[in-house]
């Protein structure tokens, strides 16, 4: 089959010259403007993301040591609800970027954000007694992600004056976003496009122009150079079936999060309809993971019913929309009570990772003290 194998190395040829391309431009923009200006990529440890660190590695590995004197921080975002097969594959990829860095002394900091005790998911919904969130009340995109990454940017901005952010974001992934990159491509000359709402922060998009299919060949063709494959990463993706919940930094990517295409959100999710990533992981063969899925659909299930709900909001106001109808309170604290016994029976059932912390546990508790003292009862 010759002609076969001629188009099959042109293919291949294909993705060997677009890939060089990819690490010479990200190259060239780590060498150019103020480089005083950290580096900072989200880092899902999703495909997109794991494209950018590799093609990253490669890039600062083939400039000489002298060269090398921008900082590069790889930051990821644990919500603490997150995925435990989605977060034990982040943490083997963290440590592998980590170890290869200090190996080659690159100039690269692996980090981890995460909300304060005060503002997570438990702490929030059992302590506080925020309904579970869904499409016209999601609190939890702000609080979990991007509050606790913003913070981090924030940071390095007033630290050095100002950051770059290096997102895996690509223009085929949505008509709205080919038309925000687009839009800015035409007006100006520069790769870095200015934050939205993170003042002294730029948005570097360093595999826009990648396709999905780009995106697999890349994974498939080249072994990432902090050692091992990609084949890890790729079997998540087929256990999950699809999508990964993306890296948020901004109001107007928020609607990306929890939507039926982002399948590696948080395990509690209530504002997708059907967790498909947990459950793909139990259609292929992982049922330890059937109480969470449980856990999540009963949450989902209890959030309008009135029985659960106090009458008053958290100011103490009875409220209604326009058309007369009466908006329900946060969660009683008898419901907030019944949801951590369920929580706790779930943990028991899971028996893997803690699902909650003692630390949340503390502070809900005295958040219903406080309440309940507050009420007189
Ligand atoms: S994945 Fe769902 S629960 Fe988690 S932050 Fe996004 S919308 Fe909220």
Redesign the pocket.
Known sequence: MPAMNAVTDLMQDDIYILWNDIVESIKQEYLSEEQSYPWILGFSGGKDSTVVAHALFEALLSLPPSKRKREVHIVSND?L?ESPLVVAHLERSQDALRNAAQSWSLPITVATTRPPVDKT?WTLLIGKGYPS?NQTM?W??DR??IGPTSQYILDRVSALGAAIILLGVRSDESESRRNNINKWKNLHESNLQPHPELTGAFIYRPIVSLTTEDVWEVLGTFAPPWGGSHNGLIQLYRDAEGGE?PVVLSKAEAPG??TAS?RF??W?????EKDKSLQGFVDSGNHEYKPLIEFRDWLKQIRNNPEYRSVERRNGLVTFDVSGKHIPGPFTIQARQMILEKLFETQKAFGGSPLISKEEIDLIKSTWAQELAKKGQ
């Open positions: 919500t609800v998911f969130p999601r939890c995109t979990l992600k919940c999060c929890g982002s959100g948080c509690t999710c209530t504002v997708v």
